[in-house]
């Protein structure tokens, strides 16, 4: 029943704002304050950001602008940042409304899109604005859900680029979750869109406890409601397992009477336990696919079973339905027997790795309750709706690709935020397992923040350049992206440095007024003095350095046999020189560290290698002794004996000489340099020193008896400038970044021809339509025809080097590719990809990654028809999750090749004049050398079954091979007769349609 607050609110609603009592009618509950205040900002006219946690009804508040937008008979575009997402949202939508009026666009699906409501992801709607799509007319309104998405590095700019290429009269209710800058994002969106309401609600509708599972024990991991105080109990676990690491470290107790560190949990008690406790359905994160598996193995083998005998037939019926499209042989290499055991037992596991079919009952059978332990990786945590009673963290770190990273408070509010389902749990459950070492303050400091920052991550690509200056001409385009929320958030830093800068300044003025001496000028003095003594240090470093030069070039000259005092260091004394040092000449770089000396036998018979630090001042040579041929340094006799004749022959010289060190005899030898004292120190270095010296002496300052009292403001002075002009480069580093980055992007692009002052050429337009990762290098294989007289498989293996990206480039073996032109073809694209990168490098950008050739052999062979188990096979890195996802993805970039091909026709039918990157306007040279070998080409391939082109009988026998061009087109090149090359675009679809073939299978649910 309503609280009497809630009556009285719906009651004014009814009165002041009737379309929203209208709409609260349709659900059977009552809204949040944070629900209605959001919906009655949209009613109001107003924008609306609204950030609340994970599971609180933010869709509420984008529902409303939908009912809204067909109340007023306008339309509204729904949009996410996952097709799922949409597709989830869209089915909502068609329940509440009917498909005439509800539409779908996800690039996967086209559904009705000229309907009043649209569902979409962000993208689609971004191409629109590119395009002036038609259907951007009556649009009312745009719901941006999870627009946090904006701070995602590789997409998130498309966010930026639809909150400011919307056209005005357009409303947008952005739903975030929760960031603790959400103002600021606020009053971006405010000052670019006009008046938006920002509602910011860090209420969980359903509390959260925190726990550990330490032993047999799930400890609460505060004591206190305000989540300040940990629990003392735990703290006690965490000193008691630091005890007894000090004690018996490494080894775990014997005997029993030793203590035993607490170990990490084993997967089946935890799930156990918690399912003793009522506290399943529960999600397990582990940050690895291969650890996933092996859970769901793990508790197989225990013999877990969640289920009763009705639920797992029903679990099964789900399962086998969900399937049915999938071909038979397939199911084998795809896991599925083991996947329904798991399954019947209500056991599975969620990752990217999976069929995403798979995936998607997996999520379906957990939401109906049926399967009760997932365990995921951190990929679930994003935009997939699957909440839990219960989510276990098993440890605190995960591993990036590159290091353990420990999980940010952000992250850890991210994943435990899927526990506690609104309107099924009371309250929702957080266990982090114990593990040895662990820190529970460092837990409590993770659960205890709950925000993050939410920052921009955007920046102009090439893509981007090219639509905006068509779309608005090179200044209106820039001084859009001023108004980016990047620019934003940089502007705020730089208001904060210029706050610094103000307040430097103004002590600057106070140290000023403090050091004014009645004498003179006392600024003027002290620059003088800092200037004396930045100069004495050059001149003694100067002076060092030449000194380590002299000694460099003195021990690079000593010849075995040469007798030398080594005058300092470990190994002072007399020795002897028995080889020479490794450097024969000496550095060319007086300051460099000296490399390895001569090897010497020392007075104290010990053969050693000198170092330059050997020798603060230059080796002398004090004689010579002939080492005798047979002489072996490891020989304790011949050492000796070395020893003894260095010795008589010093001490048969050394009367004569007086006691002075003899002069080295003359060989003859011109190279030999005198002995001399250190260089002097450059002239007129030296002269300015005396010079400055005299100034300071003759300043008036010089002689006041307060002087070294204001030296000592001065030199505060003068640091803090220091600090300030830092200060003031990086603020100027930051103003503008963005359009000077948008400049930089638009000079490679009229360099390449895509660009002519404000006019997009047909290159250009062609650039346009391609919206992936390395846009100018498809663009630029496009202009340069690498791809022209491929067939549709060998085109699928080229483009899959640019829409695939391996997960661990450092790992991946040298690729295997199909044989003939495809290699060609892909050292050309390689080539033409280092051409581009040097021309970023010249222009100070860093956005085209290097071709991956990963996946090619995948495409080439699924283009051709292969079975999914044997291009599995094939390709032993893919999980069917990978290929997938990697399929859909090259289809993508396929499709948007082909239809950039025909967008610009001229260009393609032009004679073929090709224009090279480094040498724009000539024509194309056959490369001079076979390019770098960045792989092996198929002939050391031995795989039998690699179908190349030319083989008339591929070796994959599909009954339908889709692309029976593959075997029978011409060779590349200019080809005189035969029949004539498909275009391009044919060639891609054809690609596409070859492709498509059970991919819709693996990836969607069919009902
Ligand atoms: N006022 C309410 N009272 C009770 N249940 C509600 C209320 N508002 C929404 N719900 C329910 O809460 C659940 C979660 O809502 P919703 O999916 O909108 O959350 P969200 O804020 O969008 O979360 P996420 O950040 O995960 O997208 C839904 O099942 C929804 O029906
Ligand atoms: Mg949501």
Redesign the pocket.
Known sequence: MATPAERYSASRDRQSDPELAIFRGL?D????PF?VDACRALSAGRGVLVA?????????VGEFAVHLALAQGRKCFYTTPIKALSNQKYADLVRRYDSATVGLLTGDNSINGDAPVVVMTTEVLRNMLYTGSEALAGLGYVVL??VHYLADTSRGAVWEEVIIHLPESVLVAA?S?TVSNAEEFGEWLDQVRGGTTVIVDEHR?VPLWQHVLAGHRLYDLFIDDEHARVNPELLRVAQRDTWIERKAPGRPGRGGHRPRRLSLPYRPDVISRLDNAGLLPVITFIFSRAGCDAAVQQCLRAGLRLTMPEEAEAIQQTAERRTADIPEEDLAVLGYGEWLEGLRRGIAAHHAGMLPAFKEVVEELFAAGLVRAVFATETLSL?I?M?ARTVVIEKLDKWNGETHANLTAGEYTQLT?RAG???IDVEGHAVVLWHPGMDPGAVAGLASTRTYPLNSSFRPSYNMAVNLTGWAGRARASALLESSFAQFQADRGVSGLARQVRKNRQAMAELAATMTCDKGDFAEYADLRALLSERESDLSRARASSRRAEAAKSLSLLRPGDIIRVPGGRRAGLAVVLQRGLHSAPHPDPAAPGGPGPLVLTEGRQVRRLSLADFPMPAEVIDKIKIPGSFSPRSPQHRKDLAASMRNRLNSALPVRGGDPPEPPDRGRAARPPISPPAPPADAAGTEVSELRRRMRKHPCHDCPDREEHARYAERYRRLRRETEAVERRMAGRSHVIARTFDRVCAVLERLGYLAGDTVTPDGQRLAGLYTELDLLAAECMRQRLWDGLNPAELAACVSALSFESRQPDDAHPPRLPKGRVPEALSAMVRTWGELDQLEKDNDLSFLRAPDLGFAWAAYRWARGATLESVLEGSPDLTPGDFVRSVKQLIDLLDQISKAATRAPAAQTDPLEPVSVSAPNASREPPASPGPALFDPAPSDPAPSDPAPSDPAPSDPAPSDPAPSGSSEPSPGPATDGPPPRSLSATARAAIDAMRRGVVAYSAVAD
């Open positions: 659900y509950f009552d809204f949040d629900q609340a946690p994970t599971g609180s009804g933010k869709t509420v859900d999870e739903l979750a509708p935009g709706n909440p935020g389902r609104r309107g």
